[in-house]
């Protein structure tokens, strides 16, 4: 019989388990999952004494392995892998474990053209209000809607998912033919820690980072998961070079980890899923009036270390060579008037 390990493990006691799967990702991150190519990633067993084990290690169908001891898995190109486990035992019919494995490679995922978009907030409007907004934006020649998925909204207690506000209003822009890019966050109440009741005036409960990044994590998995082909695009994050929209003060090194683990996590979900950086505030430099910490945020989003989950150079938005980084980074050193005049347009970077 042949036992999937790509959905959650719900393995009886004593049955074998392979290991990374979906649980050990949601648990601790997806890095274990996906990543780019070239890609290593150790398999391993729980519960497997008194069996033997025959691996394929890459999902080519082909034994090259023996033995119930932690496997290495190696994948030179990029694809979505099965890598798998056969076990026998006397007496017992054999098992066989498969686990999924993402592989990327270095090509932008493929986004749907369009000038036109709007922000809109079809989460919030009314219910009997989204057919008409629909109708106007699209005789207004609107083609896309950039649509907050607040995480607090969906996931208002740990793991307790509530996907009726969005199903119906996402069905509804589909079906009038307009693409949607998604905006993930708002922190919900229990993955922050934030007293809502000893909050200032004014600051909004949703704005404050996440205690553990595989929450965060966690709720991209699921929407990327739940919306993938109804949803054209997942920007992560909004303005968190913003004390309005992060608290309890912008972080950009923490910004990036969440970055990264969403990206991955997405990836996982939909490996044809196109991932954009959080907009930012203003021009995502300096224009003399920022907090100390919510400047130079697109230095960091682009020559930071942990933005090494988007490729091996290092650049979250396209592959570069080291000289082409040197000249972005002149061009943001620089600063000058063309740049601030291209804020709205420049701070929200593609990270494929």
């Not at 790509?6 to 890095?31: C, K, T, W, Y």
């Not at 490679?105 to 907004?133: F, M, T």
């Not at 896309?144 to 996931?155: D, G, I, N, S």
């Amino acid at each position: 019989m042949s036992a999937g390990c790509s959905a959650s493990v719900e393995s009886p006691r004593g049955q074998p388990v392979l290991h990374p799967n979906i649980d050990d990702a949601l648990a601790s991150g997806f890095a274990s999952l996906v990543g780019r190519a070239p890609y290593t990633t150790q398999l391993w067993l729980d519960d497997a004494a008194g069996f033997t084990a025959r691996w394929d290690t890459d999902g080519d169908g082909t034994i090259d392995a023996a033995g119930v001891r932690p496997q290495t898995a190696r994948f030179t190109k990029p694809g979505v892998y099965e890598p798998s486990v056969t076990l026998s035992a006397h007496g017992r019919p054999d098992v066989t474990l498969r686990q999924r494995i993402v592989v990327l490679g270095d090509a932008p995922a493929r986004s749907d053209p369009g000038r036109y978009g709007v922000n809109e907030d079809l989460g919030w409007d009314p219910p009997a209000q989204i057919s008409s907004q629909i109708t106007l934006m699209k005789d207004a020649g609107v083609e896309w809607v950039r649509l907050p998925v607040r995480w607090q909204w969906l996931e208002p207690q740990r793991g307790g998912y509530m996907w009726e506000r969005y199903e119906s209003r996402i069905d509804e822009a589909n079906a009038g033919g307009l693409k949607l890019l998604a905006v993930l966050g708002g922190t919900p109440l229990w993955s922050s820690g934030v007293d809502r009741r000893a909050l200032p005036r004014g600051v909004d409960w949703d704005s404050f980072e996440p205690r553990e990044t595989r929450d965060f994590a966690a709720y991209v998995y699921r929407v990327v998961e739940r919306f993938s082909g109804r949803i054209s695009a997942y920007e992560l994050m909004n303005e968190p070079n913003s004390p309005v929209h992060w608290n309890p003060r912008p972080n950009s090194s923490r910004f990036i980890e969440l970055l990264c683990a969403g990206y991955l996590a997405a990836k996982y979900a939909d490996p044809n899923a196109v991932i954009v950086v959080g907009g930012l505030n203003g021009n995502g430099l300096s224009l003399g009036w920022e907090a100390p910490e919510s400047r130079n945020f697109l230095r960091a989003i682009y020559g930071g270390p942990g933005v090494r989950c988007f490729g091996r150079d290092g650049d979250p938005s396209i592959r570069a060579s080291d000289g082409e980084r040197r000249r972005r980074a002149a061009v943001v050193d620089r600063r000058d008037e063309t740049l601030h005049g291209r804020a709205g347009r420049s701070s929200r970077a593609l990270a494929h």
